[in-house]
């Protein structure tokens, strides 16, 4: 079966602009949680979304939001861009929500110049 | 909110060598604790999980082991070979019915030489 796919792979923005983008996950999965890798700080939680609900939020500010569609597929945007933006960004699904056995996206590679 | 600390870093072993990867966590209520290995260029990759009513796990030349009194954990492997080389991140998780999420170590680059 199809893995966990983001779109697009590679981003160069400009600051102040904004983002959106996108994660579809394995057929059936019903939750999909963000997480951005930098060098310097790791991978950090965004948000998980399980059917169309925010049930989480990490330590983000509101300039990054995000949404999940009927059909499981989530987005996420990032409203006027920072350098310190600049990232990896990573979606994960899981079947019902639970982190046993995240399957990792190959993730949108972000650059804000 | 749940804090992890990986060590070492970085860590070169030659081929055949164990390599030991150690990790703390703050939360003593997480209870979920997956390791994952990511080469460069591609997707972190789930290689071994272990939840907290079990001590040890094992998968072939992977193992982890998991003291909840002291709150660490950590990934042994055995007998390493070239393509074990990447960066692996341990992360700490309190699984609950409601939202989850996955708090990341900061890594270890591992580099095993011929």
């Known amino acids: 079966k199809a893995g966990v796919t983001q779109t697009p792979r590679y981003l160069i923005k400009t600051r102040g602009q904004q983002v959106t983008l996108s994660c579809s996950p394995i057929?059936?999965?019903?939750?999909v949680s963000w997480y951005q890798q930098t060098p310097g700080q790791g991978l950090q939680f965004l948000f998980e979304?399980?059917?169309?609900?925010?049930?989480n939020k990490g330590n983000f500010p509101g300039r990054f939001s995000g949404r999940q569609f009927s059909n499981s597929r989530s987005e996420m945007n990032v409203s006027t861009l920072e350098l310190g933006d600049s990232a990896l960004y990573l979606c994960a699904s899981s079947l019902d929500g639970q982190p046993y056995g995240y399957t990792f996206g190959s993730g949108t590679r972000l650059t804000v110049v | 909110g749940e804090n992890v600390e990986q060590h070492p870093s970085t860590l070169s072993v030659q081929e055949g060598d164990s390599a030991v990867i150690k990790c703390t966590y703050s939360d003593s209520a997480s209870n979920y604790f997956p390791w994952y290995k990511q080469e460069l260029g591609k997707r972190p990759q789930l290689i071994i999980d272990i939840r907290s009513n079990v001590g040890e796990k094992k998968d072939q030349r992977i193992a982890v082991t998991l003291n909840k009194t002291a709150k660490h954990f950590s990934l042994h492997i055995t007998e390493t070979q070239p393509e074990d080389s990447a960066v692996y991140f341990c992360?700490?998780?309190?699984?609950?019915?409601?939202?989850?999420?996955?708090?990341f170590g900061t890594g270890t680059q591992l580099k095993v030489e011929l």
């Open positions: 057929s059936g999965h019903r939750s």
């Open positions: 979304y399980f059917s169309e609900t925010q049930r």
């Open positions: 992360a700490a998780s309190k699984v609950t019915g409601g939202g989850n999420k996955l708090t």
